[in-house]
């Protein structure tokens, strides 16, 4: 299963620390991931094997919708920073849209992005 990650700028710490937290569950076999630049970045540095994307304002966001729409990326961890402005607040729209449009998982938040984990989990 392919799960994206994104975070902005002032969530990418929480996501990396989510990611160590649930390290057991994404280190399996069956996990990929994929990010956009720097959060990927900031993934592979933790430990984490990870497909980067080109940063989210310069197209990643817009990459990650299109493997949504193909039905590669089966979810979507977006850690969305909800209390600054982004340039690029057309591309992440799109992206939420997508994954509504495609019956995608999407967590903009810890919790939910645990709550779908721990779904998960008792798959694999």
Do not use: W, Y
Not at 107 to 113: D, K, L, R
């Amino acid at each position: 299963m392919e799960i994206a990650i994104i975070a902005h700028d002032g969530k990418k710490a929480d996501l990396i620390d989510f990611l160590i937290k649930n390290e057991a569950v994404l280190h399996n076999e069956k996990i990929r991931l994929i990010g956009t630049g720097t959060t990927g970045g900031k993934a592979e540095a933790a430990g984490f094997k990870t497909q980067r994307m080109l940063s989210g304002p310069l197209g990643g966001d817009a990459q990650i919708a299109g493997r949504v729409a193909e039905g590669i990326t089966k979810m979507v961890f977006f850690f969305k920073d909800p209390l600054s402005s982004h340039p690029h607040e057309a591309d992440i729209n799109m992206l939420i849209r997508v994954c509504d449009v495609h019956n995608v998982p999407l967590a903009t938040n810890e919790a939910t992005a645990q709550l779908l984990l721990d779904a998960i989990a008792q798959q694999l």
